[in-house]
Nanobody, 123 residues
């Protein structure tokens, strides 16, 4: 089992920045690829970004490329999501996820999920 706890969400004006953190506990954190997904009201959960177990590869949704940056610290069992130039359409609950499959962009690729943290971007 892997337990994931997100933090760092909040309310920010358009153009602002937030940094989300996901703290992991349980099984060996470095065995897992980590992803961030988000879900807005009335919409399906969508892929945002993922990072391989060693941080060697990262993958971004087109909608966040150039604005969001994912990183991980395996020594601290933490993954960070730096979000810059935020837009109202980034408003959603953001979820951290851990998985060991080759795929990374679908919820089914992940085995463990956090409870989510709300990000609200005002215009």
């Amino acid at each position: 089992q892997v337990q994931l706890v997100e933090s760092g969400g909040g309310l920010v004006q358009a153009g602002g920045s937030l940094r989300l953190a996901c703290a992991a506990s349980g099984r060996t954190f470095s065995d897992y690829a980590m992803g961030w997904f988000r879900q807005a009201p009335g919409k399906e959960r969508e892929f945002v970004v993922a990072i391989r177990w060693n941080g060697g590869s990262t993958y971004y949704a087109d909608s966040v490329k150039g604005r969001f940056t994912i990183s991980r610290d395996n020594a601290k069992n933490t993954v960070l999501l730096q979000m810059n130039s935020l837009k109202p359409e980034d408003t959603a609950v953001y979820y951290c996820a851990a998985g060991r499959r080759y795929g990374y962009s679908w919820p089914k690729d992940y085995d463990y999920w956090g409870q989510g943290t709300q990000v609200t971007v005002s215009s």
